[in-house]
């Protein structure tokens, strides 16, 4: 008898201690789920993040809140352009203005007069624009974010030009009146240049590698017409067999039915060409540009970067572009971490 009553007392205290640790780790996980999954730490943050390097935040555009003022380059703008567009689309409601003037213009608003939160550029920085940003407070932090390939261009209606040398295209843009002075067997008509205007980082890379930074003997080249348009370039080559021009890559892959791309000493561009680095001198790297203390002050400045960064090689091709090296696309999201300490 004592022995049943003992096993009964055995399985009361078993069955008491088991209610015990089912009602504990009911509490646990009711105290497990008040508890957010991850700490937010921006207003804007979703607790999902998309990067694919699992550096950055998570973006939600739907609550971030104030205008974004960017300007810049023609070249960078359509990636910007999209970019901003899934932002929006993604519930961004705010006006985020995206000012195509060029890279030098671009950085004057961005670093002289204090006017944009964001340079769209398709240069480094110089010296002088970094002084300028400092006499007004502002450090600049530099994000790459694609490759671009400067693409010279003539029209399909053009048979005879397909390659050229530097010092050709040096001559082209330059001291050559006619095509024959440039190869004897090729027209004596002349040569009529469509070219990006001067505040352009498109001019300035072309001018950089061609002329060594001199950019006088382009600007005194007969029938020479500038634009800060390239849309105005495109339909000026096109509008004669013996036009040449010079813009961004994505601008000859929107008209490759009405443009032919030269080859430079035998290389024309191209993913493998680019990727590879066998484009040369002419494939360049893209670049925004933003400031710690606007990131900061203006969180929606922040998210729009971060979610730049994030997104941005899922858009690059479609504009003819080609994704930024790896290891600098990573160290821009360890710069954009920095600026935001």
């Given amino acids: 008898m004592i022995g049943v009553v003992s096993l009964l007392v055995g399985i009361t205290a078993l069955t008491f201690a088991s209610g015990a640790q089912q009602q504990g780790s009911q509490q646990t996980t009711q105290q497990q789920a008040q508890k957010p999954a991850v700490q937010l730490q921006y207003p804007w943050q979703d607790p999902v993040s ?11 555009p739907s609550k971030v809140k104030g205008n974004i003022i960017t300007a810049g380059s023609s070249t960078v703008a359509p990636l910007s352009e999209t970019i901003a567009a899934r932002f929006k689309k993604e519930g961004y409601k705010d006006q985020l203005t995206i000012d195509v003037i ?16 964001i340079a769209n550029a398709s240069r480094a920085i110089q010296q002088k624009e970094i002084d300028w940003a400092k006499a007004i407070g502002r450090s600049p932090v530099e994000f ?3 490759t671009d390939a400067l693409t010279i261009c003539v029209s399909k209606s053009n048979t005879f030009v397909k390659d050229v040398t530097m010092e050709e295209l040096a001559a082209i843009f330059s001291t050559a009146t006619y095509w024959s002075d440039v190869r004897p067997e090729w027209p004596k008509n002349e040569i009529l240049r469509f070219i990006p205007g001067t505040d352009s980082g ?8 061609t002329f060594k930074k001199n950019k006088e003997p382009l600007l005194k080249a007969k029938n020479l017409q500038l634009s800060e348009d390239d849309n105005v370039l495109v339909r000026g080559i096109t509008g004669s067999p013996y036009a040449i021009g010079f813009f961004g890559y994505s601008y000859y892959a929107e008209n490759k039915d009405k443009l032919t791309a030269l080859a430079i000493n035998g290389v024309a561009p191209s993913d493998e060409t680019v990727n590879k680095g066998t484009y040369k001198p002419f494939a360049r790297p893209l670049f925004i540009y933003s400031d710690p203390t606007i990131m900061k002050n203006k969180p929606q400045v922040a998210a729009f970067i971060a979610y730049y960064l994030t997104y941005v090689n899922e858009e690059v091709k479609a504009h003819g572009f080609f994704p930024a090296p790896k290891e600098e696309l990573l160290k ?7 600026a935001m300490k």
């Fill in 202 to 209: 498109t001019f300035d890379y072309f001018v950089e590698e």
């Fill in 102 to 117: 060029g890279s030098g213009a671009g950085f004057e608003r961005f670093c002289k007069t204090g006017e944009t939160d």
């Fill in 144 to 146: 790459r974010v694609a």
């Fill in 50 to 60: 998309d990067d694919p390097d699992g550096l950055l935040p998570g973006v939600d």
């Fill in 332 to 338: 821009a999201k360890k710069t954009w971490l920095e």
